[in-house]
């Protein structure tokens, strides 16, 4: 019987129970996964309290993702470079934390879109928020050749190239010089929440200058469509939908938990469904 959980403020929304329910069913593993809701104030507190709950594992969103590291025994590679942890596991060697998210995002991708992993791809990324670091992180240990950063403040993405250890080239740019280059890159991703819920009528930039076959990725998940997707499907872009990336992610975070190999083929339909009936 797995006790697993996700910690954050808020969750109430959060797709993960459903998610690792139907992963469970999947593979005939008993368990429950719940939300373990903690406010800022208390986060110290009902952390330690985490302990004695006995929980096999559990993930962690927004605001602590950097403020549980800390309270942990071990560090994989990825929430190392990123200093950003979203998925804990409880072993021998005590809590150890992982960082999935990159590595979702690249999988789910690399599924759709396999010709666009060679050593000549350029990327494109919009942000430097910690869902851009985390995708940075994966892509540039993929076979992209280079991923520029584009941000509101130039600082940030940046910085972020500065902190993060990449083998690939990467250049800072403004969301204007961004606009202006977009028909140069195989790829471009939205890492931030603009064009989120309810702001569905907002994009970070406008796609004009898109070609045809680019393959455009936005991590928002509600809208499932944002506008900046149906923008790119326009202008003949091919997508790469934010509810991919997390259902991924989960799969690996559970894959960790479980030592199983979950097919998140099988669950993409109806988690579309799930969501669209959101
Ligand atoms: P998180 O770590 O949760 O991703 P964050 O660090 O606040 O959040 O980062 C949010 C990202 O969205 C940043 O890249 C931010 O740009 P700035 O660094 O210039 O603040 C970007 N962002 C948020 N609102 C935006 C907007 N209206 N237009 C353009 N970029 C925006």
Known sequence: MYKLGLIGHPI???????????????QGIEGKYELLEIQPDEFGEKVNLLKEKGLDGFNVTV????KIIPYLDG??????????????????????????????????LKNRFPDIFHNNAKALLLGSGGAARGIFEALTRSDIARVDIANRTIK????????????AYSSPLTLEQAKN?????????????????PDHDKM???????????????????????????????????????????????????QIWTDTEPESSLLLNEFEQKLKGV
């Open 204 to 254: 970070i930039v406008s796609l004009d200058h898109l070609t045809k076959g680019t393959v455009v990725s936005d991590i928002v998940y509600r809208p499932m469509k944002t506008k900046f997707l149906n923008e790119a499907e326009k202008r003949g872009a091919r997508l790469h939908f934010g509810h991919e990336m997390l259902l991924q992610q989960a799969v690996y975070a559970f």
């Open 156 to 167: 940030r993405a940046e910085d972020l190239i500065q902190d993060i250890p990449s083998k």
């Open 63 to 66: 605001p602590y993702k950097e």
């Open 75 to 108: 560090l994989d590679e990825s929430a190392r470079h990123l200093g950003a942890v979203n998925t804990v596991h409880h072993t021998d060697q005590g809590w150890i934390g992982y960082n999935t998210d990159g590595r979702g995002f690249v999988h789910s």
């Open 181 to 197: 280059t977009l028909m140069d890159y195989d790829l471009i991703v939205q890492t931030t929440t603009v064009g989120m819920n």
């Open 12 to 26: 109430g929304h959060s797709m993960s129970p459903w998610i690792h329910e139907k992963l469970m069913e999947q």
